[in-house]
């Protein structure tokens, strides 16, 4: 596997983020280390939904423009995406069974969002898993591109109007912090160094999806 | 819009001719939403939760599975003998192919309904009183959402290996602001809260219906060959 200057960018970016988190960055009061996975969290949440919004943007751009281009990037973006998804729907729930006393809140807008929004990247993958014609799978991959995206609002919106009206205690919720500059700047760094991870995780893909692309047009050429 | 309508009305008719003659799907989406409203009560302890608390969720998860059998009808029918290729062929634009097909399976869904809501009644001794209309009203407005996605990924799930698997993979996740919204509306009724109260579900399912039906019915053409 060829490894470019972007994948070792990304690499080393995520590496020293992890380091400065774990190292670098003062303890904060009241949760002690397991704040700390915040920085894993947070820019993996920034990630997931920034795929899902560009697989929204190509796909419509798709059923626009009809450029196969368009299609592999939104496939890349997605198969990229359901893993950042995954990152946080994995380290949400570890962080809040000590702070918040629960694995799961169904009031938390964000975390059932982010549930809905793995929901649609996986049923958006096998989809296209089923489907062989390229051509329909990238139209009808499209299509459940652009709903999905209809969808999220929706599903905050009722999750938003749920829990206004049966407003749940979650025990020891900790209010937002401000961030002192130590945090901000970590902060900071793990979002623009997960974002390079995206890229480059999205540019092997996309890689592969077109050599997989080229592979097959030559053998149904030859056939 | 009034050619489209009549060409939609007309598409529908033909569903809805089709389905009545053998009457299949209408009966297993029945049987299956009964056979529900016994399991469900028997999961529960009643002692412990009132039935009437548990009536709303258990009706609209009923909707859903019930609803999904009839949809994946939808687009079946057209699968054999590529009858599908017919209907692309005769002189109606896409939109009213979409939309006669969200009208019969509209049809399909109110009908399981009409019988599923007074069995709820009876089985589960449910105060009904004067909250049959907003009742209806939350009915139709939930299975117009239910229709509209359901019929656009009947469609393209016919296409695909997995149908009978994608569609409710594909689907349930667009319900879940129709059910959390219906059910809660219900739960208000039926504990006899002020119908004001459950306004706000109202329009959630309002505005949910009109996006989707017209993301839907935009949406259809581009799931067919040029």
Known sequence: MKISWLDTVAGLAVVG???RAAFFTPLEAKQGAAQKIFYIHVPSAWVAFLAFGLVAVASAAFLWLRDPRLDRFAESSA???VIFTSVVLITGPLWAKPIWGAYWAWWDVRLVSTLFLWFIYVSYIVLRGAIDAPEMRARYSAVLGILGALLIPFIHLSVYLFATMHPMPIVGKPSAPSLPNEMLLTLFISLTSFTLLYFAFVRSRYRYAFERDAALANAAQHA | MGKTLSAAWLIARKDLAIEFRTRS??????VFALLGLVVFYYAWDPTAVAVVDLAPGVLWIIFTFSGLLGLHRSFGVEATDHAI???LASPVSRHSIFLG????NLAFVAAVQLITIPALVIFYNLPLGDVAAPLIVIALLAAIGLVAVGTLFSAMAVNTRLA????PM???PFFVPIVIGATQATAKLLSGRPVAEAGAWLKLLLAFDIVFVAACTLAYPFTLEE
């Open chain 2, 170 to 172: 594909l689907a349930l």
């Open chain 1, 79 to 81: 198969e990229v995406g």
């Open chain 2, 101 to 104: 097909k969200a009208l019969a």
């Open chain 1, 17 to 19: 983020t992890v380091v």
């Open chain 2, 164 to 167: 009978e698997l994608l569609l």
């Open chain 2, 85 to 87: 290729d017919g209907l």
């Open chain 2, 25 to 30: 799907a209408f009966l297993s989406a029945v």
